[in-house]
């Protein structure tokens, strides 16, 4: 089993870099068979969406979107900026195939400087995992300043919450029939003007 996290900030050694490395070490350390990645958006010179079938990407645009659609699962965290994900990581669901997270599981953070955007994963994560077909670990974790000194986590609640969050998708991807996932939605082509 194969599980990709992304970290959406830009911001070297970010809450939402460390959070997203703390789940994965948890899931990785859950079974025997888990393989852990994790992307760090700030290391890739992504290419901005712009319509056109995602196979055609190049470089690291293409190397990104290559191992999403391997994945077998996904730990995602994003910083929250004016009360919405950062907008690299939101660039890379609009690179994504359509197909690319069906019937996957998919575990949220998110972090911020307080409780304040605590609601984003409600709002802004768990409406793009559903327009996938993705599914989403139940309980998902939130992050802020006061649970981090020197640039590391040490609010123990969240750390307890991380493993659980880790651990949960390797058992909700165990125990998934992937082809669980409902009514098929139409197809919407991915075609740019530039294509005609």
Do not use: W
């Amino acid at each position: 089993m194969k599980i990709v996290g992304i970290s959406g900030s830009l911001t070297p050694r970010s809450k939402t870099f460390i959070t997203v490395e703390k789940a994965l070490n948890f899931a990785e350390k859950s079974e025997h068979n888990v393989e852990t990645e994790l992307i760090n958006l700030r290391d890739y010179h992504l290419q901005f969406c712009d319509g056109r079938d995602p196979s055609t990407y190049e470089g690291d645009t293409k190397q990104l979107i290559d191992k999403i659609v391997e994945a077998d699962a996904l730990i995602v965290g994003s910083p929250i900026y004016r009360g919405s994900i950062s907008g690299a990581l939101k660039n890379v669901f609009d690179l994504i195939p359509n197909d690319s997270l069906r019937g996957k599981v998919i575990g949220f953070i998110a972090t911020g400087g307080t409780y304040h955007h605590y609601l984003a994963i409600e709002h802004q994560l768990k409406p793009l995992a559903g327009y996938f077909k993705a599914h989403v670990i139940p309980g998902n974790v939130y992050a802020h300043n006061q649970h981090f000194e020197n640039k590391q986590l040490v609010d123990k609640e969240i750390i307890t919450r991380l493993k659980e969050l880790g651990e949960t998708v390797v058992t909700f991807h165990d125990r998934l029939n992937r082809e669980a996932v409902g009514a098929h939605q139409p197809s919407i082509p991915r075609k740019s003007l530039l294509d005609s």
